[in-house]
């Protein structure tokens, strides 16, 4: 018996995003906000709970989301968990053995287990999904990591939190996450499945037959259509994926610049837009557009760092303002357009998530929410500190700094099998 490769395809059947009304959409900020949340939301799931992230970490944090979809898992709930091979890389080993003896069901995206795995095409694709839905009811999406806010992989233990945000959904969006983290986990399972098929098959057919079925199913899903609202509160799923969704999130980030009138407010660590997402910047500011940064100043990555450095100049020449976050790692990636737009998500404005990364973004037209999140990040501003003069080196230096960093990140591209101007 053979896999049938005709279906493999299927696990991206995953909806176009459009926006649709009768949604509850709630801010929350830091996993202090968000873990209680998921944890109350998973403890009432009763059918099925799909959880897609980049770390899961096994520290007091971790550990408790854990617990409660062990809890499930024991209830009879369908729990199916699908971690990054590389954002989990550092604890792969204990979340294994966190679910171990459970019926919890972990796979793991694009593993690194074996030394010539990373020699495999599309190892710098990675799952940067965060996101948990419960009985297609309630979900979460955003930047939050299964982490404790004050604790990072590779800088220990902080006094300050994170600063980073995700919301809760419910409503008709909510399917549209399922679908999405569902087909997260369908795509690693296959892979799987296809990568042992010799000796798996000549045992037993099980494991693929369950991920056929589950293809089956998505095959199911009704795409989003535009739709009067329900309740006034309207809001989008948008997905970045390497098939149909490449330029998702980039596009609704452009479209929504180029139509500011009053304001564009954006936070992220990560920044090194295209030219077209810059551009969009330099003519909202161009045209009375206030266009605020909000970006890192306690850095965890220097190349990141020297990245975003090299568009400073550039971009407050055409009154573009930038700030940066210094009381703790940035980590937040949110919008604020206007009066009646913002998105809360998992992508970065950077290479590796505008044309590489699998993300997620909610976009939210709603004036609350939109208030709400402005209110945040003008807080998170009034501690931080504006740039002011000229930033890194002048002259020849300046340029040679700039084209270095464009040049490395036209080599990581082109390894990444990534063609076309940036």
Known sequence: MALDFTRLSAWSAVPEPSFVGGNRVELLQGGDDLFPRMEQAIDAASVEIWLATYIFHDDPAGTRIADSLKRAAARGVAVQVVVDGFGSIATMGRVRALFAGSEVRLEVFRPLDRWYSWLQPGQLRRLHHKLCVCDERVAFVGGINLIDDRHDINHGWMDAPRLDFAVQV????????????????????????????????????????????????????????????????????????????????????????????????LAVPYFYPGRGFRRALRAAARRGVRVRLLLQGKFDYRIAAMAAHALYDELRAHGVRIYEYTPAFLHAKVAIVDDNWATVGSSNIDPLSLLLNLEANVVVRDPDFTAELAARFEQALAVSAEVTGARGQTGWRRWLHRGFVAWLAHLYLRVAGITGRY
């Open 170 to 265: 419910q409503g008709p969006l909510a399917a549209a996450v399922h679908a999405t983290a569902r087909a997260m986990w369908v795509r690693s399972h296959l892979w799987r499945g296809w990568r042992d098929e010799v000796r798996v098959l000549a045992r037993s057919a099980a494991p693929v037959g369950d991920a056929l079925a589950l293809v089956r199913q998505m095959r199911g899903v009704n795409p989003l259509v535009d739709e009067e609202p329900a309740e006034p509160m309207r809001a989008a799923f948008l997905v970045r994926d390497n098939l149909r969704q490449r330029r998702a999130i980039e596009r609704s980030y452009v479209e929504a610049i180029r139509r500011a009138r009053t304001r564009v407010d």
